[in-house]
């Protein structure tokens, strides 16, 4: 016969092996020794020092990408700067081609002071004779000096003229500036004379305003005074039913129909008196309102105004120092620069 195995034999087979196996890994972990005596969760130690591996060797490849880019950057550096001294080495080495072709020692303007050759350039035909005994004596002092007081006078001449012309620029700059001081100071004067008219203007409307509130509350007492005078002129046999003084309870239709007319005509009145009171509100909002956006208005102009007076002061002033800085003499009266003695000895005579 075939042994047939029930679904619940085989459930119970596979919970008592389980069993078994959780006893067999129990007594694995009390009857070792290192285990007990250590007394903590070894698998939880592994994964801590797991971590903490993968942890160093990310930041080792870290610090390897970032010594790689260190790397690359310190040769891209190498690179540019060796760039860079190629550039400089070919500038110098056309500067100074530059000079071997187009500055010549000899094309100086005081190369014949320093020429080495001097002598042997002049010819004899030129060469001062100097008789006995007068070795050094210039024949033509007199003729220089005059030359060199005429020079010197010119020179002074020219720097007076200079002088001049710059006293004059400078009033003219001084005018230019008080002119531009009294324009500013014209309209702020304008500006002030625009605040005072906003201002009178608001007090007029504002005046206005009160006076008009003042003509309507009266007119509305003069009719509310009316109406009660009106009301209490009726005869006393006009009354509210069922008050009349009479031996007579009922009340009479005519009577009646005027009270009627008296509820209707007071309904309307305070009617009337509410939408009137609700318009006053709304035209004293307006003009209210009014007032303010045209008060804004004029305020906004006024600062506007004011930053551009500002704007134009800063302008002029700027200007103002530039050209002083610009027109600075940098000679003083007699000053005589190194080109006048340049021109001594600059031929044989």
């Given at each position: 016969?075939?042994?047939?195995e029930l679904l619940s034999e085989r459930l119970a087979r596979a919970s008592l092996e389980k069993r078994r196996d959780i006893e067999t890994e129990r007594k694995e972990r009390i009857f070792n020794d290192k285990l007990r005596t250590i007394g903590v969760?070894?698998?939880?130690?592994?994964e801590q020092v797991r971590e903490k591996r993968e942890q160093v060797e990310a930041a080792k490849k870290e610090q390897n990408a970032y010594d790689a880019d260190m790397l690359r950057y310190g040769k891209v550096a190498c690179i540019v700067d060796s760039r860079q001294m190629k550039e400089k080495r070919a500038l110098e080495k056309a500067v100074v081609a530059y000079r071997q072709q187009y500055q010549h020692p000899e094309d100086r303007r005081e190369y014949d002071l320093n020429d080495p050759s001097r002598i042997k350039k002049v010819e004899q035909s030129d060469a001062q004779m100097m008789p006995p005994g007068l070795v050094g004596e210039d024949p033509e002092s007199k003729i220089r000096q005059q030359n060199q007081r005429e020079q010197l006078r010119e020179w002074l001449t020219q720097q007076q003229t200079e002088q001049a012309a710059e006293r004059h620029q400078q009033e003219l700059e001084e005018q230019h500036y008080d002119q531009s001081r009294v324009e500013m100071d014209n309209r702020a004067v304008q500006l002030q004379s625009l605040e005072i008219e906003r201002r009178k203007a608001a007090a007029i409307a504002t005046k206005d305003f009160n006076r008009s509130m003042a003509v309507e509350k009266r007119r509305q007492d003069k009719e509310i005074n009316g109406r009660q005078s009106q009301f209490q002129g009726t005869p006393s046999t006009v009354a509210v039913p069922g008050l009349s003084p009479s031996s007579d309870r009922r009340t009479a239709p005519e009577s009646?129909?005027?009270?009627?007319?008296?509820?209707k005509h007071q309904m309307e009145?305070?009617?009337r008196k509410e939408l009137e009171k609700k318009q006053e509100?709304?035209?004293?909002?307006?003009?209210?309102?009014?007032s303010a956006r045209a008060t804004l208005l004029i305020e906004r102009q006024q600062a506007r105004m004011n930053r551009q007076l500002r704007r134009d002061l800063d302008s002029a002033n700027a200007q103002l120092a530039e050209t002083h800085k610009q027109q600075k003499p940098d000679i003083k009266r007699g000053c005589i620069d190194d080109s006048f003695f340049s021109k001594f000895n600059t031929c044989s005579r």
């Open positions: 016969m075939l042994k047939t969760d070894k698998e939880a130690l592994d009646l129909q005027q009270i009627i007319q008296i509820q009145e305070k009617r509100e709304e035209r004293h909002d307006r003009v209210r309102l009014n």
